[in-house]
Each structure stands twice: as C-alpha cells, then as structure tokens.
C-alpha cells in the first residue's frame, strides 16, 4: 500500500500537526496558546480519546449484510467511530475535556512562573 493511501488513526491529522508546527507550538518558541485554543485541544484530545474506546468497542462486531458489509463498510465505521467520538465530546463527552484544560491552564500557568523567576 502507498503512503498516499494509508489511513490515519481516528482524531490524528498529521498534515494539521504539520501546518500547526507541531510540539513546538506548546513551547517557549511559538505563539501563547490563547483560553479557546487550550479548551480547543483539550476537546479534541477527549474526542480521540472517545475514538479509541468506541474503536474497541466496534473491534468485535462483525459487518453487517445491511451495508453491504466488505471492507468498505470497515473502512467507513473508522471514519463513523471518529465522528462519534467528536459528537460526544461536542456534547459534553465524559468531562475529560475540563480536566484536560485545567491541567494544561495550570501547567502554563506554573511555565510562565518559572520563567519570571523567584520573587
């Protein structure tokens, strides 16, 4: 199979984690990520979460004749799996997504503390 049409885990866009700047964009070097930017990442980290459970969850449920089943309809319960994942989290998911912002909060919090220097 070509690297052109392999298929991305649920919730990873490696193209977007290219344009964005990756990793260095959460460092010193980029631009502070802003309140929304922080609840933004925290709900897509929950809605991958979510992916990754709904995805074992499906894992053992055999195709349906109904969708013609094949691996067509595998390949399009990814995608299915994904979208659930993000709908859930939209909706308020399991609150993983508030936790995973508070910490990210208090992490840049203590980061530019650290950077100030003792008072």
């Not at 919730?11 to 922080?38: C, E, H, I, M």
């Not at 399009?76 to 912002?101: C, F, H, N, P, T």
């Amino acid at each position: 199979m070509s690297d052109s049409m392999k298929i991305s885990t649920p919730g990873f866009d490696p193209q977007a984690l290219a344009q964005s700047g990756g990793v260095n964009r959460a460092t010193s070097q980029g631009p502070k990520p802003t309140a929304k930017d922080v609840g933004k990442a925290a709900q897509e980290f929950e809605a991958v979460f979510l992916s990754q459970m709904l995805s074992q969850m499906w894992q053992g449920v055999e195709s349906d004749e109904t969708f013609g089943g094949g691996e067509a309809e595998n390949t399009w319960r990814g995608m299915m799996v994904e979208e659930y994942g993000k709908q859930i989290s939209k909706a308020g998911g399991l609150g993983l997504a508030d936790q995973v912002k508070a910490e990210m909060i208090r992490m840049q919090e203590q980061e530019q503390g650290t950077k100030k220097g003792p008072k």
